[in-house]
T-cell receptor, first 111, second 116 residues
Framework: SQKIEQNSEALNIQEGKTATLTCNYT??????LQWYRQDPGRGPVFLLL?????KEKRKERLKVTFDTTLKQSLFHITASQPADSATYLC??????????FGSGTKLNVKP | DAGITQSPRYKITETGRQVTLMCHQT?????MFWYRQDLGHGLRLIYY???????DKGEVPDGYVVSRSKTENFPLTLESATRSQTSVYFC???????????????FGPGTRLTVL
């Protein structure tokens, strides 16, 4: 079955720095990847989608890359702020319309 | 209010009991999903529905039953609850799936279920 791996260790960075989160997947090569943000006690919120033919996608301070050769997506937050502290999840849809989510990486941005 | 709601938000039940978790969305989205979230496993798809009366299994469907008689509702039933079904359950909806501009999933606030 499909497997998505995200670094389970929390990422601690200083305010103003760039945070980089990694999402690796195995088996099926998805047509797109999604990134979500999840705050404690709440449901995930959609942030960005990147298609397999897009190398990079930007939205304000967010940037996502997609390397289909490495089977990896990187999620960057530039000029990070304490309000960016949350858990970030990546997700993909396989060709049977099944969705798979990574377990998420917790980001802590310290002032 | 518009959006996606889940009820109850918290539920404690005993092994062997039947439990139904409710999910309601006001956007008339075609697709609805049920996930469970456990430490170390992330979100795992239980069932999803493409439209009223159309449902399909996800990654972990055993022990669960779903129905969708109306577009806006997608209840999840645990027919005989087990301790391993203790989890946080999230319902989500989306307008479409696949490579479209409308495939983002909107999640409800979750139901924390404890099976004793």
């Amino acid at each position: 079955s499909q497997k998505i791996e995200q670094n389970s260790e929390a990422l601690n960075i200083q305010e103003g720095k760039t945070a980089t989160l990694t999402c690796n997947y195995t088996n099926y090569s998805p047509a797109y990847l999604q990134w979500y943000r999840q705050d404690p006690g709440r449901g995930p919120v959609f942030l960005l989608l990147i298609r397999e033919n897009e190398k990079e996608k930007r939205k304000e301070r967010l940037k996502v890359t997609f390397d289909t050769t490495l089977k990896q997506s990187l999620f960057h937050i530039t000029a990070s702020q304490p309000a960016d502290s949350a858990t970030y999840l990546c997700a993909l849809e396989d060709n049977f319309n099944k969705f798979y989510f990574g377990s998420g990486t917790k980001l802590n941005v310290k002032p | 209010d518009a959006g996606i709601t889940q009820s109850p938000r918290y539920k404690i039940t005993e092994t062997g009991r039947q439990v139904t978790l409710m999910c309601h969305q006001t956007w008339s989205h075609s697709y609805m999903f049920w996930y469970r979230q456990d430490l170390g496993h992330g979100l795992r798809l239980i069932y999803y529905s493409a439209a009223a009366d159309i449902t399909d299994k996800g990654e972990v469907p055993d022990g669960y039953v779903v129905s969708r008689s109306k577009t806006e509702n997608f209840p999840l039933t645990l027919e005989s609850a087990t301790r391993s079904q203790t989890s946080v359950y999230f319902c989500a909806s989306s307008e479409s799936i696949g490579i479209t501009d409308y495939n983002e999933q909107f999640f409800g606030p979750g139901t924390r279920l404890t099976v004793l």
